[in-house]
Nanobody
Framework: QVQLVESGGGLVQAGGSLRLSCAASGRIFSNYAMGWFRQAPGKEREFVAAISKSGGSTSYADSVKGRFTISRDNAKNTVYLQMNSLKAEDTAIYSC?????????????????WGQGTQVTVSS
């Protein structure tokens, strides 16, 4: 079992920045591709970003490309999401997710594990 705990959410003005963290415990962190999803009120959950086991490959939703950066520190069992140039439409609950992968690909498919989520609110 993998436990995921997010932190770093909050209220920020449009154009500002936040960095989310997701600390993992349990199974071997470096065996998992990691990623972030978000769900805004009244909308379905959507993919935001993913990173491969080694951190060598990443993928992003078109809506955040060039503004968000995902990274990981396998020594600290932590994955990060740096969010810059935030917009009101980025307001959502952001959840961390993990997927066991044999290959080193930034693909979560249907994640195996989820965090509880952290609220990000961007005021315009």
């Amino acid at each position: 079992q993998v436990q995921l705990v997010e932190s770093g959410g909050g209220l920020v003005q449009a154009g500002g920045s936040l960095r989310l963290s997701c600390a993992a415990s349990g199974r071997i962190f470096s065996n998992y591709a990691m990623g972030w999803f978000r769900q805004a009120p009244g909308k379905e959950r959507e993919f935001v970003a993913a990173i491969s086991k080694s951190g060598g490959s990443t993928s992003y939703a078109d809506s955040v490309k060039g503004r968000f950066t995902i990274s990981r520190d396998n020594a600290k069992n932590t994955v990060y999401l740096q969010m810059n140039s935030l917009k009101a439409e980025d307001t959502a609950i952001y959840s961390c997710a993990a997927k066991w992968r044999f290959g080193d690909v930034p693909n979560l498919g249907e994640p195996d594990h989820w965090g509880q989520g952290t609220q990000v609110t961007v005021s315009s």
